[in-house]
């Protein structure tokens, strides 16, 4: 694995920590905080992207994986729902 960091709006995937997690796990890194993105959670953001989008007057085909598209309007979609799930974690907002 490649020590590196790059950007999806927003969003530092953080490559140089992925060692210590499964390599089906997502890393990110928001607001100096390591948020560790699992399968489960993974396809939950990806029902969330989904439901932004079609808030936004406009679909993707079922099953459309969220985390890896370079399409601009997805990876934002993708990096809100990133964004909410962090919120949740550091506040509990949706317990």
């Not at 959670?41 to 406009?58: C, H, I, M, P, W």
Request: hydrophobic residues 35%; aromatic residues 12%; contains cysteine.
């Amino acid at each position: 694995m490649h020590n590196m960091t790059f950007t999806i709006e927003g969003l530092t995937i953080a490559n140089s920590e992925a060692d210590q997690f499964e390599s089906s796990e997502l890393i990110y890194m928001i607001d100096g905080e390591l948020v560790v993105i699992d399968q489960e959670t993974k396809d939950k953001l990806n029902e969330l992207s989904a439901r932004f989008v079609k808030r936004l007057g406009y679909s993707c085909e079922p099953g459309y994986d969220y985390s890896k598209s370079r399409n601009p309007r997805t990876n934002m979609v993708w990096a809100l729902a990133v964004e909410t799930y962090y919120t949740h974690l550091m506040s509990g907002l949706f317990d």
